[in-house]
């Protein structure tokens, strides 16, 4: 079964250089635990962040026009528990403290009866959101059962 790998962004050439290239691998790595996969990084070009294996990463590639997004637009990572989701939430807020770049929307849960869904939202310096997401299936539910069975 196909299972999605990476995603990828353009993003100016500026935010790719020596100190862009810092200010991300200190974020994601701090918030999210990813690094950089130094093989592929080229100044000014390109970098690739590796989310905890080598066929999972954030592609960032500079281009002269770079993406831009509506408010709406992001990407989603799931974690296992809450308490996880809250360790993310608090690691991000910690770094948002020392950097006033990082946007933050905070932790929400909508109960949809068949799974409650914990979330925020977080950016840093990227044209899109992430959203961190806690899936609490319902008795007898999981992320496998089909609606209406």
Same mark, same amino acid.
């Given at each position: =079964?196909?299972?999605?790998?990476?995603?990828?962004?353009?993003?100016?050439?500026?935010?790719?250089?020596?100190?862009?290239?810092?200010?991300?691998?200190?974020?994601?790595? &701090?918030?999210?635990?990813?690094?950089? =996969?130094?093989?592929?990084?080229?100044? /000014?070009?390109?970098?690739?962040?590796?989310?905890?294996? $080598?066929?999972?990463?954030?592609?960032?590639?500079?281009?002269? $026009?770079? =993406?831009?997004?509506?408010?709406?637009?992001?990407?989603?990572?799931?974690?296992?528990?809450?308490?996880?989701?809250?360790?993310?939430? &608090?690691?991000?807020?910690?770094?948002?403290? /020392?950097?006033?770049?990082? &946007?933050?929307?905070? /932790?929400?849960? &909508?109960?949809?009866?068949?799974?409650?869904?914990?979330?925020?939202?977080?950016?840093?310096?990227?044209?899109?959101?992430?959203?961190?997401?806690?899936?609490?299936?319902?008795?007898?539910?999981?992320?496998?059962?089909?609606?209406?069975?």
């Amino acid at each position: =079964m196909p299972a999605f790998n990476h995603v990828a962004l353009s993003v100016p050439a500026d935010l790719l250089d020596e100190h862009g290239r810092e200010d991300l691998l200190s974020f994601y790595g &701090e918030v999210f635990g990813w690094t950089e =996969m130094p093989t592929l990084s080229q100044d /000014r070009v390109r970098l690739v962040l590796r989310a905890h294996s $080598n066929e999972d990463f954030v592609y960032l590639i500079a281009d002269p $026009n770079p =993406m831009t997004c509506p408010e709406g637009d992001h990407f989603g990572l799931s974690v296992g528990t809450p308490r996880e989701l809250d360790a993310m939430l &608090e690691r991000a807020r910690k770094f948002q403290e /020392r950097d006033e770049r990082v &946007e933050i929307e905070d /932790r929400q849960t &909508e109960d949809f009866k068949a799974v409650k869904l914990h979330s925020f939202y977080v950016r840093y310096r990227l044209p899109m959101k992430i959203e961190v997401q806690c899936f609490e299936w319902a008795k007898g539910l999981d992320a496998t059962s089909l609606p209406g069975r």
